[in-house]
């Protein structure tokens, strides 16, 4: 039953080294977005796709990129994690003029 | 200036009872949405309930209503006989220009505590 589902739910990462977090989705949305959460802090868009097309955030840093090979995938690498980056990534759903479906999402620690 | 204001960091309310959450937004487009989430410890963001700027009546869903204010641009969420289970943080955010993919800019979020 599952709508938005993200692997791994707990990822562990080495200073600088490349990680991907996935996010798949069972709704057919047309759009995918990617949120940092710090602790006890509100979501921050780092970047969504409406479609094919990718739209960034103007402070995402360079070392957060993304992927979209379909409708159902979405993905989110960080290039060079910092410790900074420690963060649980929400990835959501959602069409235009509707709410957006959040995935359980994916905490990261880097060491 | 923030978009979206959550005043109270932290509130306590006894199991039964009824507690209101506050939000005020600040926007110049006609055409948005309100929203409510709520994330427990699990990290999971639960949707919880919707306005739109031209709902004429409040939202209800269950026990969560959604007081809207339009005049005072405040949207703020009731819950009514609170339960164990609705301890968490809550999420008030708001969509503009509603015809486009647009981001959610969310609130700071308030820690709600129920107490047995």
């Known amino acids: 039953d599952a709508m938005v589902i993200q692997n791994p739910r707990y990822q562990v990462t080495q200073f600088g080294k490349p990680v991907t977090l996935s996010c798949s989705q069972t709704l057919n949305h047309n759009v995918m977005y990617w949120y940092q959460q710090k602790s006890s802090q509100a979501p921050k868009l780092l970047f969504h796709?409406?479609?094919?097309?990718?739209?960034n955030e103007a402070d995402t840093p360079d070392n957060f990129q993304s992927r979209r090979p379909n409708t159902s995938f979405c993905f989110l690498d960080i290039r060079s994690p910092g410790l900074g980056d420690a963060a649980m990534y929400l990835c959501?759903?959602?069409?235009?003029?509707?709410?957006?479906?959040f995935g359980p999402g994916t905490r990261l620690l880097v060491l | 200036a923030q978009k979206i204001t959550q005043t109270q960091p932290g509130m306590f309310v006894q199991e039964k009872e009824a507690v209101t959450l506050d939000c005020t937004y600040d926007?110049?487009?006609?055409?948005?949405?309100l929203f409510w989430y709520k994330q427990p410890s699990s990290g999971e963001m639960i949707f919880l309930i919707y306005q739109g700027s031209y709902d004429q009546q409040n939202a209800t869903e269950g026990r969560y209503s959604l007081n809207f204010q339009k005049a005072r641009k405040s949207a703020n969420l009731v819950i009514s006989a609170s339960q164990l289970g609705d301890s968490a943080m809550y999420f008030c955010?708001?969509?503009?220009?509603?015809?486009?993919?647009?981001?959610?800019?969310f609130g700071d979020g308030t820690t709600l505590t129920v107490k047995p």
């Open positions: 796709y409406y479609d094919k097309d990718f739209n």
């Open positions: 959501a759903t959602g069409v235009p003029s509707q709410t957006q479906y």
């Open positions: 955010a708001m969509r503009e220009d509603l015809t486009n993919a647009g981001k959610s800019t």
């Open positions: 926007t110049s487009d006609p055409s948005y949405g």
